[in-house]
């Protein structure tokens, strides 16, 4: 079992940047680590997903190009870089994890969430 805990949310306008972090309480090259958002009245969304092991990622269309998802083993830490924000980016963020992975992409369950930090964008 892996818990995670997400920081790095807040406000910002139209066209500027966050960095998000997700810290899991354990690191295993087999897990599958994945951010997902959710806006008020609107499903929750899969935004991008790292295969801890080989650094594999998959990216939703709407943030191709603007966001970067990475990890970093020694901190247990898996980031989304998240550039040229607009008001639609807005929401919660979740960090999401399932481990004994084989493959990794936004298609997976995922067993194990955090509790998200908010992300606000303003025009």
């Known amino acids: 079992q892996v818990q995670l805990a997400e920081s790095g949310g807040g406000s910002v306008q139209a066209g500027g940047s966050l960095r998000l972090s997700c810290l899991l309480s354990?690191?295993?090259?087999?897990?599958?680590v994945a951010w997902f958002r959710q806006a008020p009245g609107k499903e929750r969304e899969g935004v991008a997903s790292i295969f801890a092991g080989n650094a594999v990622t998959d990216y939703a269309d709407s943030v191709k190009g603007r966001f970067t998802i990475s990890r970093d083993k020694a901190k247990n830490t898996v980031y989304l870089q998240m550039n040229d924000l607009k008001p639609e980016d807005a929401g919660m963020y979740s960090c999401a994890a399932d481990s004994a992975a084989s493959w990794c992409s936004l298609r997976r369950d995922f067993d194990f969430w955090g509790q998200g930090t908010q992300v606000s964008v303003s025009s």
């Open positions: 354990t690191y295993d090259n087999r897990y599958c």
